[in-house]
């Protein structure tokens, strides 16, 4: 079974300081995602990733897959309270048919 | 932003009471998801199409059924809705697997 894990679940920061949110997942795998969501609203893809030390930049946060550690990595830069939102990772098994997995969520709050 | 309706947006039904659940796609991709979000759970894969009449189960299938007679359109249908159906809904589409999936508004079923 495929488990996706993310740390921290809930993260709480001040404007201008940097902070990672951590994704581990238990198989072979060099697809994941990160989306965005809103509260109350849908979720909005963020970075795609798609081989081992991919790395993407949007703005103030940025993506890295290493593959052979089963872990990618969300790093905020001097944050924003536009970043406050929940942050998903998932994971595509091909094992299980490429189908993703998510973790459970990092609430992420802002507070300037 | 990707065509994706659903509807209805908000629906109150009783234990035992059948109800289906719609998503429409403006986008003709081939892969169509649903998923249910509680807290804690993140995302989980109820069903889903990999073309017309071509569908599989996710994680959490029981209880659930699936039609998609045309490619624009996926059905999630609640044969006898019970309280722990009680969440929020959201279809997803992708053009293929290893790309990034787009979702729709979502739907809140409270299962009374």
């Known amino acids: 079974e495929l488990k996706v894990e993310q740390n921290p679940l809930f993260l709480s920061m001040q404007e201008g300081k940097n902070y990672t949110i951590y994704c581990n997942y238990s198989?072979?795998?060099?697809?994941l995602y990160w989306y965005r969501q809103d509260p109350g609203k849908s979720l909005e893809s963020l970075f795609v990733?798609?081989?081992?030390?991919a790395v993407k930049q949007e703005g103030r946060l940025m993506a890295s897959l290493d593959t052979k550690a089963r872990l990618s990595t969300l790093h905020i830069t001097a944050a924003v309270h536009d970043l406050s939102a929940t942050y998903f990772c998932a994971v595509e098994g091909w094992e299980y048919g490429n189908k993703l997995v998510f973790g459970a969520g990092t609430i992420l709050r802002v507070k300037s | 932003d990707a065509g994706i309706t659903q509807s209805p947006r908000h629906k109150v039904t009783e234990t035992g009471t059948p109800v289906t659940l719609r998503c429409h796609q403006t986008e003709n991709h081939r892969y169509m998801y649903w998923y249910r979000q509680d807290p804690g759970h993140g995302l989980r894969l109820i069903h889903y199409s990999y073309g017309v009449k071509d569908t599989d189960k996710g994680e959490v299938s029981d209880g659930y059924s699936v039609s998609r007679s045309k490619t624009e359109d996926f059905l999630l249908t609640l044969e006898s809705a019970t309280s722990s159906q009680t969440s929020v809904y959201f279809c997803?589409?992708?053009?293929?697997?290893?790309?990034?999936?787009?979702f729709g508004p979502g739907t809140r079923l409270t299962v009374l």
């Open positions: 990733l798609l081989s081992n030390g």
């Open positions: 997803a589409i992708s053009p293929g697997t290893s790309y990034e999936q787009f």
């Open positions: 198989t072979t795998s060099d697809r």
